[in-house]
């Protein structure tokens, strides 16, 4: 099995709406899996990066948006296969830092991953979503709607980060 990942990924709301990417599933193979989800952007942190730098160059990859990166959201760990899995992280082990965002410039595009060719991309679209309008969509991780409707009636004031797992 190859290292564990360090990823970041931006948590923006503006104006009731948060910006959102409708991703291709990282497990096209399983039928539990849903063949695509909405994902918050983010990526890999890249060696000699730091974790700013690298969540703006992700942001502009992937929304066409410039942003400044805000306070630490929350921990996520994920591996896949899942804990108690046969294998658990055998194919995939990450773990992820979401920091609140605002975007400060740029103009939204669906943006690409340069690390696949162009007939493997993994991004559909790039879209704000109402929040009001969450229920509608297939989000990942699977914890992702209730907090930002949580975290957003709070105006993500007084926000301690937490850390959720694999499961979660």
């Excluded at 360090?6 to 899996?33: T, Y």
């Excluded at 658990?88 to 740029?106: A, D, E, I, Y």
């Excluded at 991953?113 to 009001?132: F, T």
């Excluded at 699977?142 to 709070?154: H, M, T, V």
Aim: aromatic fraction near 8%.
């Amino acid at each position: 099995m190859s290292q564990v990942r360090l990823r970041v990924s931006a948590l923006c709301i503006r104006d009731a709406h948060v910006l959102l990417i409708e991703h291709k599933s990282f497990a096209p193979d399983d039928p539990q899996m849903p063949v695509s989800y909405w994902i918050l952007p983010g990526g890999a942190v890249e060696r000699g990066e730091t974790l700013d730098e690298a969540l703006k160059r992700e942001m502009m990859e992937e929304t066409g948006l410039e942003c400044r990166v805000g306070s630490l959201l929350f921990i996520k760990e994920l591996l896949y296969p899942y804990p108690g899995s046969v294998e658990q992280g055998g194919r995939h082990h990450s773990v992820s830092l979401c920091f609140s965002t605002t975007v400060t410039g740029g103009e939204m595009i669906t943006g690409r991953d340069p690390e696949y060719p162009d007939d493997q991309q993994m991004i559909l679209r790039v879209s704000w979503i109402a929040l009001g309008d969450l229920d509608r969509y297939h989000l990942y991780p699977p914890f992702l709607a209730d907090y930002i409707l949580q975290q957003a009636e709070n105006g993500f004031s007084d926000t301690t980060p937490v850390f959720l797992n694999s499961l979660q």
